[in-house]
């Protein structure tokens, strides 16, 4: 497993932009595929974002495809999202998580590290 900590969340205004953050401990993690999921007060934790190991691969749900986007520097152990053009329904609590899949996946089983998380609140 790896450890890790995400920050960059905060209160924005509708149309505003946020960039989150995370930090993994160990020495493998260029070998995680990596993704960004949110749990919105009373719903299920959903898939928001994923980037294979290299970071040749992304995906995105329907609901954030061309706001968000997702990176990795596996020098320095991180992976951000930047999330442009914030609406009132991405307020969630969002969460980094590792996974041993070869390429990125949106499907919460196959990750075995999850962070904190880190809430993000959009204002209309």
């Known amino acids: 497993q790896v450890q890790l900590v995400e920050s960059g969340g905060g209160l924005v205004q509708a149309g505003g932009f946020l960039r989150l953050s995370c930090v993994a401990s160990g020495r493998t993690f260029s070998t995680y595929t990596m993704g960004w999921f949110r749990q919105a007060l009373g719903k299920e934790r959903e898939f928001v974002a994923t980037?294979?190991?290299?970071?040749?691969?992304?995906y995105y749900a329907d609901s954030v495809k061309g706001r968000f986007t997702i990176s990795r520097d596996n020098a320095k152990n991180t992976i951000q999202l930047q999330m442009n053009s914030l609406k009132p329904e991405d307020t969630a609590v969002y969460y980094c998580?590792?996974?041993?899949?070869?390429?990125?996946?949106?499907?919460?089983?196959?990750?075995?590290?999850w962070g904190q998380g880190t809430q993000v609140t959009v204002s209309s």
């Open positions: 980037i294979s190991p290299l970071g040749s691969w992304t």
């Open positions: 998580a590792a996974s041993g899949a070869r390429r990125g996946s949106s499907d919460q089983r196959e990750y075995h590290s």
